[in-house]
């Protein structure tokens, strides 16, 4: 006896048919059917249906089947065919087919026709397939597959995937490039992809590019998504200047969901094998990194080199919070060497620290002990930075007191050492009354504070004191206000203006602070923030005597849409009443009238180009004491040109020009020139070509840079194939650019 059912009705009756069908399957394969009582059990599944609302079948247990015409065979050797478009779901895995047969026994159904299989990674179109339902492993012949989330693409001549997202392939092929363009593919003899792991197993594997074979090997694991795994990365091949050419292979060690570690052998062919080491680690209130590279015999200088380092960062429960940074290495010329940046061989002093802080409403504390390794040679003894064992500033701030008054102090005790020169202890307390008034519009802040300085001093010379101190009130007033206008742009467009100047009045009396040592006080360099600072030193061995008044404005231009800033421009100076007189040792009491001017422009000249520009100057002859300008036009993500241009009075005067340039639809020209005009040299420049296609890219790159402290010169060329989805096969190219070009972003991935 046959049943057959043609419909047109809404899906959700689809799925009570096949369970009329298999009522019948079920029941003719034990005994004689009973269509009445199939009919009735029917029924009721419909009537439910009728007095409740739509529902989501819950489970990936529960399948849903719907086909355009059934028939089922009751007998001996029940059967079950579907045509006119035949669709499975279970769960969020989904399959279709032309025509369909039910295997009761087998607890199966076999597609055929047009076979199609989707899920949230994954995609395949086969000529015929099997679906156990029972376990959910659906099997393909003649598969073609494509992985969404990579564009991922490939065949097989078998392929299996089970309920838990793994696929296993025969005789397979694949690739990121899109049909009818593989520039590379991987072949294998069998491929084991696990898309919720999202890594990929291939035997036997075959990696072509441009139809020309780079790599074989017995067996290889990829990833087919962000996941981590253990595994060998892809081997750097490149130049290393001064050291030869260069050889990493790196290992990366997924030891745990938290802790995981790189490790890289690094060839330099003029030098030996240096292994170096990255530890990474993440708990619940902790992180940090531990790195070392360890070179045991460097061909060129005879000796053994290494470096390590340590940053860590730990959160206590009771808002407590640490911190570690160290970093040593073997020898002075460590990076110059081995480090391969002009940034990296400029480094003069290595920080080592461990510190505590916490931080309240009220109360701050910062305990911390520090040293410094001391890379540069032309560096005395005596001028090298001193130890800090410990130090230890608690700080306080009690606003809204009465009559509005606001309190603070500021503390610190701290011991200065080191092999040369002075040492001791310095303890510092700095109490402050404040009353602030603040309106719409405008500001007033008059403040009195009282600075006082103790020293326990060791290794002082004959005659001098061992416990100077220091004593001297500091007395200011603050005030500024903001004034706003809207003018009419073009186009109707609506901007704001701002116009807000600040004066700061700053009166500290003159005490004679010639016997006191100088740990760690500097005079910094004038800036906007400086010139609004009471103390014209930096540090505490010295407090500046002063009776001056620091004037400033700055001016905005806004979009009032969009809040934008078009224009920001600030100019300033402080005028000083009366001579200074506190000097550091081997300086001079001053006695000019006025400090430089400070200015500072940015412009958002078109909606792609901006232009900042900072300019110190004196007055007279004194002329400019340092300037700094810088233009980027950026009118796409992919379109970059950097100018920029530095000088510092009998220091340093230089230009840079960088930028990522397409040159055609799939060429970019990338570069930077950095050249001293106070030495009349080139300090760095690379030049370089990137081409991207659909799946693919390549990186070149030439380079020329100073590489030590004496001016030595270093060359390197890069070379680095990317296969997009895959893996990256040279140097890290893209690290250079992204270093070296401002704005840069590396595309090809």
Not at 168 to 176: A, E, I, R
Not at 433 to 440: N, Q, T
Not at 449 to 468: H, K, N, R, V
Not at 500 to 522: G, K
Request: glycine share 8%; with cysteine.
């Amino acid at each position: 006896m046959a049943l057959v059912f043609t419909t047109n009705q809404p899906r959700a009756l689809f799925s009570n048919r096949l369970i009329f069908l298999s009522c019948l399957l079920a029941a003719s394969s034990v005994h004689a059917a009973d269509p009445l009582a199939c009919q009735n059990s029917l029924d009721t599944r419909l009537d439910d249906e009728v007095q409740m609302p739509p529902r989501t079948i819950e489970g990936e247990s529960a399948i849903e089947l719907a086909a355009g015409e059934f028939e089922a065979t009751i007998g001996p050797n029940p059967a079950a065919t579907m045509s006119g478009g035949v669709l499975l779901r279970r769960g969020d895995k989904l399959a279709g087919a032309d025509r369909a047969s039910f295997d009761p026994d087998k607890r199966a159904v076999h597609l055929d026709g047009d076979v199609r299989y989707e899920d949230p990674g994954t995609q395949i179109r086969s000529d015929s397939a099997e679906f156990s339902y029972d376990s959910g492993r659906i099997q393909f012949s003649g598969a073609e597959f494509s992985l969404g989330h990579n564009n991922a693409t490939g065949s097989a001549s078998n392929l299996l995937i089970n309920q838990q997202g793994q696929l296993q392939l025969d005789d397979v092929s694949y690739t990121t490039c899109p049909p009818g363009s593989n520039d590379w593919e991987l072949e294998a003899g069998d491929i084991d992809l696990d898309t919720r792991t999202g890594v990929g197993i291939a035997r036997n594997i075959k990696l072509r590019f441009q139809n020309i074979p780079i790599l074989y090997a017995p067996y290889l694991s990829f990833p087919i998504s962000d996941a981590r795994k253990s595994g060998i990365l892809t081997p750097e091949i490149g130049s290393a200047g001064r050291s030869g050419n260069q050889f990493r292979v790196p290992y990366y060690w997924n030891i745990a969901p938290n802790y995981d570690a790189t490790i890289t052998p690094r060839l330099l062919t003029d030098r030996g094998l240096q292994l170096q080491t990255e530890f990474r680690y993440l708990t619940e209130r902790s992180d940090g990194i531990v790195t070392a590279q360890y070179l045991p015999d460097d061909s060129l200088v005879d000796d053994e080199r290494h470096m390590m380092s340590l940053q860590h960062r730990t959160l206590f429960a009771n808002q407590w919070r640490n911190q570690i940074d160290f970093r040593e290495v073997s020898d002075s010329q460590y990076f110059e060497d081995l480090g391969g940046s002009l940034s990296a061989s400029s480094v003069t002093h290595l920080n080592r620290s461990i510190n505590f802080d916490r931080y309240s409403k009220t109360w701050s504390i910062f305990a911390q002990v520090q040293d410094y390794q001391t890379l540069d040679d032309a560096i005395l003894p005596q001028e090298e930075p001193y130890q800090r064992l410990p130090q230890v500033l608690i700080n306080g701030r009690w606003p809204d007191q009465i009559l509005g008054l606001s309190v603070s102090l500021n503390s610190e005790i701290v011991n200065f050492d080191r092999d040369v020169g002075v040492t001791g202890w310095r303890a510092n307390v700095a109490p402050t009354v404040e009353l602030p008034i603040e309106r719409p519009g405008w500001f007033v802040n008059p403040a009195i504070a009282w600075d006082f300085t103790q020293y326990q001093l060791s290794d002082t010379q004959p005659g001098e004191s061992t416990d100077p101190s220091r004593s001297l009130p500091i007395a200011s007033l603050d005030t500024g206000f903001v004034l706003e206008r809207l003018i009419n742009g073009g186009s109707g467009t609506r901007r704001l203006q701002t116009i807000e100047p600040r004066m700061l009045y700053v009166h500290v009396p003159f005490r004679d602070q010639n016997d006191l040592p100088v740990f760690d006080t500097i005079v910094p360099d004038l800036n906007l923030v400086q010139l609004f600072r009471k103390n014209r030193f930096l540090g505490t061995d010295r407090i500046g005597d002063t009776d001056q008044v620091s004037i400033g404005v700055t001016s905005r231009i806004l979009d009032v849409s969009s809040g934008k800033e078009l224009v920001t421009a600030t100019i300033g100076q402080t005028r000083y009443l009366s001579d200074r007189q506190v000097i550091l040792p081997g300086g001079s009491p001053a006695n000019f009238e006025s400090s430089d001017y400070i200015a500072e422009v940015r412009f958002l000249l078109y909606e792609n180009l901006n232009f900042d520009f900072g300019h110190q100057w004196g007055t007279g002859s004194s002329g400019t004491t340092q300037s700094e300008a810088r233009l980027q036009y950026r009118p796409s993500i992919n379109k970059i040109l950097n100018l920029s241009y530095r000088f510092r009075r009998d220091s340093l005067e230089q230009g840079d020009l960088s930028w990522s340039w397409p040159v055609g639809s799939q060429w970019n020209f990338v570069g930077r020139y950095n050249f001293s005009f106070r030495d009349n040299e080139t300090l760095e420049q690379f030049f370089g070509l990137e081409y991207e296609s659909c799946c693919w890219g390549l990186r070149l790159v030439s380079r020329r840079h100073i590489s030590t402290r004496d001016g030595t010169r270093d060359s390197s060329f890069g070379l680095q194939l990317v296969l997009k989805g895959m893996t990256s096969i040279g140097t890290a190219a893209d690290k250079l650019l992204e270093r070296g070009i401002l704005g840069y972003s590396a595309n090809i991935r």
